[in-house]
């Protein structure tokens, strides 16, 4: 039997070895036979990938909550500023939610594969050296969602809407001075090339991924390949696409340091804590809109 | 009767033109309140969102006059060397496959809606104001069946009266 | 059957359907929703149908599409597009076929500008296409510059074809940046010659105009002053970041309407034919766009690529043969694929091919994005002709082509003057970038 696994990325992207192939390894023996659409393939872009993999268009998709975040207002409590606690991993904060049933009515007509964090978003700045929020002040800076808004304006900044194809160009000419993203999205998106400064440890948050498969042909499959399927799906799956975006993440850092014509600070405690009184604020605003007091709790194991 | 049938399909087609062109409108509107906007450091609040929303109206708004006026592109290579009853055959599949397509994609838009929100319960919206994305599948869906109409009732006039029934287009 | 064997009857069937005459949009719909269905799914044939209609149509980067063609359209409407040719005339109106050369310059300055060939046809189209004819040039030769010229603006940076490849091959944007202005500049010089040599034969087909004194240029300058004002702005904003070239769309487009309105010369009524000419244009273009996108899922299902990628791995032929082949490939690809649809859908597969050989990744991304451009001038099926003729309604697709064929030819003869000469592309970023 063979599943059609569709995402937008290019192959190259770290999708591929944190997850895809370890997804693939673990059902090969079952005679389960995984095949990727890379590049949009099986669609054009992000916003209906979701509904693709419902209606059957692919098998199993990858996507980001935040791109139609109406659907995942709980899940997405998850990438708040300063709600993953000290030493706790992403793809545990979203499992506890899962497993306790708090996440069921966002993941409706799939079973969720694999549910994780990115590295922790920072700084990703041209010509401005970040360190207090005050260097922020009326400085424009890209974002993806509403949440990441009102974290921007909380800082004094002009939160900037655009796809994510044309941050390189609005480096280049200054239309915004610098994007908060996680230090993976520097190496997906050649931003090293227009970017020179990094301010990493600002309290600001992640962003949460899925890989979800249609809930009846998961159920359909054959004993045999359901059970490949059941020993690799949902902690362990996420544990090692998360592990994959850090360890992307920390390379990308890596070489932005041995690059030398960059800055890339790391703020103190004492530096993250002005951030934080400004990021924080926004978390509670949203966790109660959302009325995500409970799911918090739960992702945090309290 | 199919004089007014025909005349009711006109006022349709131009409503939807009519829809998309204001669409167009909001558009520049909205993108350069935004441009402004963001000079003086206050861009316009989901100024994407729309954009990306009317986008929607003005490329499925169009699309009936569009069809009506003949505005699609086909390619008249061979056109000289063929009789004339092919070049009937050719506007009649021509305007019988694009009702298929149109009705296809008004019916699997319908769907969608139908799954993901009645069945499913899960209400698509914008990320930053919340317009729902329902409202405008809805948008080509109607749309969609608008355009349908035209071409169904070009190929009911093609085998009545043998004529094509395409405006030609206005301008160049 | 094979996958790849019906795919392969999914393009002959495509050809059929376009030689009856079948709308190139319904067709590419028709094939690929068939062969979706037979290689996927009726059921996700049907979603796909729906959800590329919806998801393209809601794409923020396409709302270029509507707003340059608005430009065009009240820039036409308001007889600024005429102060402008007359300038250009009075300037280089002398010169056989100089008005060609003018808009060949200027579609080039434009795709560079919006990093899109198709904005960049549908806009300088409209402008320019009536007024050639106005000056009694050759359709065959205006619109064989309009359907080229905007090739140009994808070597030419800043280029959202050189983003597209460099981010499938991970290769430096800045880098294929630099390596597109040489041969961008090359390709310019090549077309600008093609227009003297046709002209040389066949005057005719862009007349010479009158001489014409200073003090005319310098009047006829001053009576296109609006319309070069607003070139300026919508540039220079890019330029300083103040808008991207998506909004810079708008920003024409607005500018444009206040010119209008102040000088009395846009009514409301001109304005709202204008504008619903526009949305009109936009759904013939667009649903080429996601037809397209049907087709190269279909593609994708077929495995062509890979059956194509496989091929060239295990063949016994020299590197120069494999490139000329996959360069081949996507001349033939590029005839009924939009052009980044082609890219993503075939790097994956001859990306590695081409690090196996050793090919500069930079080099070759250059040859590729060239190839592709010339695909979609290629008859019988080339993306940026249908594109010209949904402005140009009147002229037939065989008199474009036509008119295509020797910019078609001088762009092949770059191609092999970039192909063996690898410094021409490589000499900027090599000595510019380490
Ligand atoms: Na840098
Ligand atoms: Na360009």
Redo the contacts between chains.
């Keep these: 039997e063979t599943v ?1 696994f569709a995402h937008w990325v ?3 992207h770290t999708l591929t070895a944190s997850t895809i192939e370890p997804l693939q390894a673990a059902v090969e023996g079952s005679g389960l036979e995984i095949e990727v ?9 992000p ?2 990938q ?3 993999v ?5 098998d199993i998709v990858w996507g980001l909550q ?6 995942f207002p709980l899940t997405m409590v998850s990438e708040l500023p300063g709600a993953l606690p000290e030493g706790m991993t992403g793809y545990d904060m979203l499992w506890n939610a899962y497993e306790a049933g708090q996440l069921d ?1 966002e993941f ?2 799939t079973v969720p594969l694999a549910l994780w964090l990115s590295e922790p978003n920072i700084f990703i700045m041209k010509d401005v050296d970040v360190r207090t929020p005050a260097d922020l002040q ?1 400085l ?1 800076i890209r974002v ?3 949440a990441a ?1 009102a974290a921007v304006e909380a800082l004094g900044a ?6 994510a ?2 941050i ?3 480096l ?5 001075d610098g994007v908060i993203t996680g230090a993976s999205a520097v190496g ?3 931003l090293d ?2 970017a020179n400064s990094y301010t990493l440890n600002a309290p600001l948050g992640h962003i949460s991924f899925y890989v979800v498969m249609n809930k009846a042909k998961y159920e359909g499959l054959p004993a045999e390949m359901k059970e490949a399927m059941d020993s690799i799906i949902g902690r362990k799956l996420s544990q090692s696409a998360e592990e994959g975006w850090n360890a992307r993440a920390a390379s990308v850092i890596e070489s932005l340091e041995a690059a030398g014509d960059n800055t890339v600070y790391t703020l103190s405690d004492d530096e993250r804590a002005a951030f934080e009184e400004l990021t924080y604020p926004i978390r509670e605003k949203v966790v109660g809109e959302v009325g995500g007091e409970d799911v918090l709790k739960t992702m945090q194991g309290m | 009767m199919g004089a007014r049938v025909s005349t009711w399909a006109d006022g349709l087609i131009r409503l939807s033109a009519l829809v998309g062109t204001i669409g167009l409108v909001i558009e520049v509107v909205v993108i350069l309140i935004d441009v402004i906007g ?1 000079f003086f ?3 316009l609040t989901g ?3 729309i954009s990306q929303m009317s986008m929607v109206l003005i490329v499925f708004g169009g699309m009936a006059l569009c069809d009506k006026i003949g505005g699609h592109v086909n390619v008249d290579l061979l056109e000289n060397a063929m009789p004339r009853w092919m070049i009937w055959a050719g506007d009649f599949a021509s305007a019988v496959i694009g009702a298929v397509i149109f009705i296809g994609i008004a019916w699997t838009t319908w ?2 809606i139908y ?2 929100r009645f ?10 104001i ?1 317009l729902q994305f329902d409202w405008f599948k809805g948008a080509i869906v109607v749309m969609s069946i608008i355009t349908a109409i035209g071409m169904i009732l070009r190929a009911i006039g093609l085998v009545l009266t043998g004529d094509n029934g395409q405006e030609s287009r206005g301008h160049a | 059957m094979s996958v790849e064997m019906i795919g392969l009857l999914g393009l002959v069937a495509l050809f059929v359907l376009l030689g009856l005459r079948i709308p190139v949009a319904f067709a590419m719909f028709t094939v690929g929703f068939i062969g979706n269905m037979i290689l ?2 009726p ?2 044939a ?3 149908l ?3 209609s ?3 149509a ?4 396409l709302v270029v599409v509507p707003l340059f063609i608005l430009m065009g359209n009240v820039a036409t409407e308001t007889g600024m597009s005429r102060k402008l040719y007359d300038a250009a005339y009075a300037w280089i109106g002398s010169i056989r076929g100089g008005l060609a050369s003018a808009t060949v310059v200027a579609c080039g300055g434009f795709a560079a500008l919006s990093g899109s060939s198709v904005a960049s046809a549908l806009t300088i189209g409209r402008v320019s296409l009536s007024e050639m004819e106005r000056f009694k040039y050759d359709n065959r030769l205006s619109t064989g510059v309009v359907a080229a010229g905007g090739t140009l603006g994808i070597l030419i940076p ?1 280029s ?1 074809g050189f ?1 597209i490849y ?5 290769q ?3 880098r294929l940046f630099l390596a597109g202005v040489l041969p961008g500049l090359l390709l310019l010089s090549m077309f600008i010659l093609t227009i003297l040599v046709i002209t040389w034969f066949k005057p005719e087909m862009g007349p010479k105009g009158p001489k014409t004194t200073l003090s005319d240029k310098m009047r006829s300058t001053g009576g296109a002053t609006p319309i070069l004002l607003v070139i300026v702005l919508t540039i220079g904003g ?9 909004e810079a769309s708008a920003v024409g487009a607005g500018l444009i309407i206040l010119i209008g309105a102040l000088s009395g010369k846009l009514t409301l009524k001109t304005f709202w034919k204008a504008a619903q000419d526009s949305v009109v244009t936009t759904a013939t273009v667009m649903l080429i766009l996601i037809s397209a ?1 049907m087709i ?2 279909f593609l ?1 299902l077929s495995h062509i690529p890979q059956w194509l990628g496989g091929f060239l791995e295990t063949a016994d032929i020299s590197t120069l043969g494999v490139l000329s082949i996959m360069l081949l490939i996507y001349l033939i690809l590029g005839c009924f694929l939009e052009g980044f649809a082609m890219m ?2 075939s ?2 597969i001859f990306f590695p091919v081409v690090q196996q050989l050793g090919i500069d990744p930079i080099w070759f991304g250059v040859l590729v994005v060239l190839t592709l451009e010339m695909g979609l001038i290629s008859p019988p099926v080339g993306l940026n002709v249908f594109i010209v003729k949904s402005v140009a309604p009147n002229v037939s697709l065989g008199r474009m082509f036509r008119g295509v064929a020797p910019f078609w030819l001088a762009m092949f003869i770059t191609l092999i003057i970039l192909v063996a000469f690898p410094q021409i592309s490589l000499i900027l970023p090599d000595t510019m970038i380490n």
């Excluded at chain 1, 659409?37 to 872009?45: D, V």
């Excluded at chain 1, 419902?54 to 692919?58: H, I, L, N, R, Y």
């Excluded at chain 1, 935040?66 to 659907?71: P, V």
């Design positions: 059609k290019p192959p190259a659409y890379p590049g949009g393939e099986l669609g054009a872009g916003l209906e979701y509904v693709r419902v209606q059957g268009v692919a935040g791109y139609t975040s109406s659907q009515g409706p007509g009326g424009k993806s969602g509403s808004a002009t939160p900037v809407q655009m796809p194809g044309e390189y160009n609005s280049q000419t200054g239309l915004i997906d998106f050649k090339e227009v | 963001r450091g206050s861009p100024a994407q969102d769907s969608s799954l993901m069945q499913l319960g899960v209400v698509q919206k914008t990320n930053i919340d | 996927n799914s059921q996700a049907m979603s796909q729906a959800s590329d919806f998801s393209l809601a794409t923020v980067e800043p959202t983003v460099a981010l499938l091959t991970q430096s944007i800045g890019i330029y300083t970041g103040i808008f991207s070239p998506v996108y190269k899922t994708a993503v859908l790097m994956p």
